[in-house]
């Protein structure tokens, strides 16, 4: 069975973006690749840990997979897991909630704080 949320970690201009244009078209990264990456619960630590280590505040906004279930495709990427991937824009209206993240004193950042 699939979750129902999914994940998307935004950097501040980017979550800007997202309430300004009411959309968002993907990162630098995205892109490059063709989608937008997003993350299921149990993948989010392992995106920040690895991703996300310039110390600067993350937005960490979780999805509804319904709302955009026509745009996702789940397919393998790190480690062989299959991830959640948007072809297409993430629409705010999708957001269910959000948080701001901020690194501990190493760093890391604690995405289990805020998803069950």
Request: glycine share 8%.
């Amino acid at each position: 069975m699939r979750d129902t949320i999914i994940y998307k970690i935004l950097r501040q201009a980017e979550w800007a973006e997202l309430q300004r244009e009411g959309h968002f078209a993907g990162s630098v990264h995205d892109k490059r690749d063709g989608f937008i990456h997003m993350s299921a619960a149990g993948q989010l630590q392992g995106t920040l840990d690895k991703h996300y280590t310039d110390g600067d505040d993350v937005i960490l906004a979780a999805v509804r997979l319904a709302d955009i279930a026509e745009t996702v495709k789940w397919e393998v990427s790190r480690g062989g897991a299959e991830f959640p991937h948007i072809y297409g824009k993430l629409p705010l209206i999708a957001v269910q909630q959000h948080w701001v993240l901020s690194p501990d004193p190493e760093g890391r950042y604690a995405a289990y704080k805020y998803i069950s």
